[in-house]
């Protein structure tokens, strides 16, 4: 979605304790003989099923990170750590292949972690890197973090939840995301998304994740027609009814790609909602077929 969270990498600094000798007995002027020879730095690597009471923004040292009980308070949950080669020199820059490979890692195993596409949730993935001096001390290693959301629209922001999420999208659940009504419209096109319960009244639903080929992000609208495309095609399974030329006549669609800065990263799930710009129903049109999702004559 072209108004999604922006910010994707965080900052982790390795750092060293130094012990030395305290003791004051027994100096002979030489500073230089007594004392014990410092550790060398060491990589410090993250652990993965482990909650978080601060943002990853905020941990920028090894004194700062500080993992939490997941059935306690929290703002995000680490799911995966992986490491990018040993012998690899110099952090992976934006946009590159390693981050796009980092990214990829990180989305499967979100997905595995939850249960389901983490995209059908209110939740956003994040990936962690070592900063500039972790990185000179060793460490290799990039964390995928998972954050619950108010929303999935512009207006996000980060719930401090109590219990993990593993395994939170394999049923049902208030974190899934399903029935919604629309604000704009009326020939400006949807503007938000609001979640209700698919028992009131409500005019769209979230139907499922497209996945965009590995091309520019979409800038032009020549460019979109590709994801709404995809999208009706997701629409079309969900619903029941046939992916063919009157598909357009029976629903509208809303398409919520990710921000341009996620795209450059690799992240390439569509979020997909039908909508029914004439009508507004009172249950799920999940499997509704033609009958649900009748062909417009207006």
Do not use: I
Not at 13 to 24: E, M
Not at 31 to 40: E, K, N, R
Not at 115 to 123: A, H, I, P, T, V
Not at 127 to 136: D, H, I, R, T
């Amino acid at each position: 979605m072209s108004r999604a969270m922006t910010t994707l990498f965080a900052a982790a600094v390795t750092a060293v304790l130094l012990v030395g000798c305290a003791g004051s007995g027994g100096l002979d002027g030489d500073l230089t003989d007594d004392w014990a020879a410092l550790p060398a730095p060491s990589a410090f690597t993250p652990a993965a099923g482990v909650c978080h009471a601060a943002d990853f923004t905020d941990l920028v040292s090894l004194a700062g990170y500080e993992p939490v009980d997941c059935a306690g308070p929290h703002r995000l949950e680490t799911v995966h750590v992986g490491a990018f080669p040993a012998e690899r020199t110099a952090a992976p820059a934006g946009g590159s292949a390693e981050l796009r490979g980092a990214f990829a890692e990180c989305d499967t195993r979100a997905t595995g972690y939850v249960g389901d596409d983490w995209r059908s949730g209110r939740l956003r993935l994040s990936v962690a890197l070592p900063n500039g001096p972790g990185w000179a001390a060793g460490s290799r290693w990039f964390r995928c973090d998972l954050t619950e959301l108010t929303t999935v629209e512009a207006a996000a922001t980060v719930v401090v939840r109590s219990g993990s999420l593993r395994d939170a999208l394999k049923g049902p659940t208030g974190l899934r995301l399903g029935c919604q009504q629309t604000r704009g419209g009326a020939g400006r096109g949807v503007q938000t998304l609001t979640p209700v319960e698919c028992g009131k009244q409500h005019d769209a639903e979230f139907v499922g994740v497209w996945r965009a080929p590995d091309k520019a992000y979409p800038t032009r609208d020549a460019d979109w027609l590709p994801l709404y495309t995809g999208c009706r095609s997701v629409l079309a399974r969900y619903a029941g009814v046939p992916d063919d030329a009157t598909l357009r006549f029976r629903s509208g669609v809303v398409v919520r790609p990710p921000g341009a800065g996620r795209w450059k990263v690799g992240d390439r799930g569509v979020r997909c909602y039908l909508w029914l710009s004439d009508r507004t129903v009172t249950a799920s049109l999940k499997g509704a077929g033609p009958v649900g999702l009748p062909v417009r004559t207006k």
